[in-house]
């Protein structure tokens, strides 16, 4: 068996003498590197299968508001860890909290385990606090600004009501124990998403432009368009509305029955729609002007009406009992 290639090496100037050194540059045969690269050409073309006949665009990925390329949500990474047969473990969880100011940090770290085998995959950790700016602070039309602030000392966004141009005012959010349970899951969500691109390989279609992404998942043109129409009207979160249906057909309006819950909540709760406007752009992540125009799923009617009886926008309480076990 003959041994493998050696190659003399320079040192570095300044280094050692003695000539060089000695590295082994024999990496596998030409059969190896060909089997391989057959074996990474199949699991792309599967890869894009998978993409066009199971991943949903604005529901498993989706471009973000602001940004030109294409973000895995964790649906989708739910879907692809199914793909793989990776399992999520909680490794650590550290927590900071103080229960006179509301301040609370969480750190996950994650481990994604192959199920079959047991075998570690990767780790990788995700955290978040209620200092960043969509917890610390909160919109308001303008009649809500608490008589303690100053609105010439508070930013602000000009916006189009269904009664006119009005003004939305971002104050301190004044119960950020509120938000303990939002925070723990984004920190527990931030650590899985990025776990799963690091360990699917994924990160490279997911760093695509917006139009490459459609391409790669072969979404219709059509739809393409208005999701492009989205993006471009949106300054902050992320549009999570818009679900696709069989032949690619998207609901023109949302269901009269999530929208007329909605509306009886509206009463109930005593807003007017500005009000209902605010705390629509909160849960929906996206700017809502005209209430009736700009929310046209039934996804979309369903999320705010869950949010308003769940207290969005007045008293929230913390909520730990949807959390899984091991994040407890």
């Known amino acids: 068996m003959s041994e493998a290639p050696l190659q003399l090496m320079p040192q570095p100037s300044g280094g050692n003498t003695g000539g060089g050194a000695l590295v082994d540059l024999e990496f596998g045969s030409v059969a190896d590197f060909r089997k391989r690269l057959t074996d990474m050409k199949q699991k792309y073309d599967f890869l894009q299968v998978f993409f066009k006949e199971i991943?949903?665009?604005d529901e498993d990925f989706?471009?973000?508001?602001?940004t030109q390329k294409a973000t895995l949500y964790k649906p989708g990474a739910e879907k692809l860890c199914e793909l793989y047969g990776f399992a999520a473990l909680v490794k650590s969880k550290i927590e900071d909290r103080d229960f006179e100011t509301g301040w609370y940090r969480v750190e996950f770290t994650?481990?994604?385990?192959?199920?079959?085998?047991?075998v570690v995959i990767g780790e990788g950790v995700g955290e978040c606090s209620t200092f960043e700016s969509k917890y610390r602070y909160r919109w308001v039309s303008e009649n809500k600004v608490p008589s303690y602030l100053d609105k010439e000392d508070l930013l602000f966004e000009e916006k189009e009501g269904s009664y006119g141009p009005y003004r939305s005012y971002r104050i301190p959010n004044e119960d950020l124990f509120s938000q303990w349970n939002t925070v723990l899951k984004m920190a527990y969500k931030r650590a899985y998403v990025g776990l799963t691109l690091q360990c699917t390989?994924?990160?490279?279609?997911?760093?695509?432009?917006?139009?490459e992404m459609d391409e790669y998942a072969d979404v219709p043109a059509e739809d393409r368009k208005q999701s492009r129409g989205r993006a471009a009207s949106a300054n902050s979160g992320r549009y999570q509305g818009s679900s696709q249906q069989q032949g690619g057909n998207r609901a023109a309006s949302g269901s009269s029955t999530q929208k007329n819950r909605v509306l009886g909540i509206?009463?109930?709760?005593?807003?007017?729609?500005?009000?209902?406007a605010d705390a629509a752009s909160q849960v929906l992540g996206r700017p809502i002007k005209k209430v009736i125009s700009d929310i046209t799923t039934e996804t979309d009617w369903k999320t705010v009406g869950d949010y308003l009886e769940a207290g969005g926008g007045q008293d929230d309480t913390i909520n730990f009992d949807d959390v899984p076990e091991d994040l407890r």
Do not use: C, Y
């Not at 994650?110 to 047991?118: E, F, N, Y």
């Not at 509206?266 to 209902?276: F, P, R």
């Open 62 to 66: 989706g471009t973000v508001p602001g």
């Open 55 to 57: 991943m949903v665009k």
């Open 201 to 211: 390989r994924s990160s490279g279609i997911f760093t695509q432009e917006e139009a």
């Open 110 to 118: 994650l481990q994604l385990v192959h199920r079959a085998s047991g």
């Open 266 to 276: 509206m009463k109930q709760q005593g807003l007017d729609w500005n009000g209902l």
